[in-house]
């Protein structure tokens, strides 16, 4: 099997889950987003917690 014929063949694969679209139903970005942000405040109030030396 060359490269050629192995790339064609994951293209055409790759290509057949034309119905689904790539996301998922319930993957919101604004609650992925929103949590995202969420936890990143966490840790930051956590790493200002433990430098209070400064």
């Given amino acids: 099997m ?3 014929s192995t790339a064609a063949q994951l293209v055409t694969l790759a290509s057949e889950g034309g119905e689904h679209g790539g996301n998922h139903a319930s993957l919101s970005p604004l609650v992925t987003g929103g949590g995202a942000f ?8 956590i790493t200002t917690r433990f430098n209070r030396d400064r």
């Fill in 38 to 45: 969420v936890a990143l405040m966490l840790l930051l109030w």
């Fill in 2 to 4: 060359s490269l050629h």
